[in-house]
């Protein structure tokens, strides 16, 4: 019988007790110590090797695995950098050439807009006018629960958390604020109605100027098509 160690252990624990309530008892134990012993070595030992078997197999198994993993990633880390290189090589030629593709037998290289929100640039914060900043105003929990309980049961602030809150808002950091600096920029220019024209309120771009801030070209990159 194939037993667990489970089993095993449980039927060593139970004739340990046994043999224990005997020597309480005054009786021989001789017998019981012996079939105690037998069935020790011999069901025990197999067990434990088969256990021990076990574990070092899959120790090996997952050392092997662990070393795959990363063998595999450094391998994709590579053909990662290999595409990245190759696709810059062909944009440059593509943009040097200002052709949006270049055409094989079977394949076309496309130079094609990225998609997604234009990259923000704040390159001089002390510019932006304050439409454009916001401050960071950290109020304590505890305060938080006041107003709002306040506000729930009466309606109004006590005059201790507005000088609170106050406070905090004039000292609190002052930081640009990204949504409405984005907002700006891409608001049509009242003066050409976004017309790309001469225009010197909004420089020919058709939208807002945001001093200090500006959105970055989208750019390009290579897209591979099938003929």
Not at 49 to 76: C, F, P, Y
Not at 82 to 100: F, P, S, Y
Request: with cysteine.
């Amino acid at each position: 019988m194939n037993l667990t160690l489970h089993q095993i252990d449980t039927t060593i624990e139970m004739l340990s007790d046994a043999i224990s309530d005997m020597k309480q008892k005054g009786e021989d134990t001789k017998e019981a110590e012996r079939a105690l012993a037998e069935y020790t070595v011999e069901h025990l030992p197999k067990k434990v090797d088969a256990i021990a078997g076990n574990l070092r197999s899959w120790k090996a198994d997952h050392t092997k695995a662990v070393n795959e993993i990363e063998r595999m990633q450094a391998v994709a880390k590579d053909l990662d950098e290999r595409i990245t290189r190759l696709k810059g090589i062909a944009k440059e030629v593509m943009e040097t050439r200002e052709v949006n593709k270049l055409n094989g037998f079977a394949s076309t290289l496309r130079l094609q807009g990225n998609g997604g929100p234009q990259e923000l640039e704040v390159y001089d914060a002390s510019l932006l006018p304050n439409r454009c900043l916001a401050r960071m105003l950290v109020v304590p929990e505890e305060t938080c629960q006041s107003i709002i309980n306040q506000y729930t049961e009466k309606g109004y602030m006590s005059s201790r958390d507005s000088m609170l809150i106050a406070s905090g808002i004039a000292h609190c950091q002052i930081v640009s604020n990204e949504n409405a600096i984005r907002k700006e920029l891409n608001t049509v220019c009242e003066a050409c109605n976004g017309k790309i024209v001469e225009c010197s309120a909004c420089g020919s771009t058709g939208r807002h100027l945001v001093p200090g801030a500006r959105l970055k070209p989208r750019g390009n990159h290579v897209r591979v098509e099938n003929r």
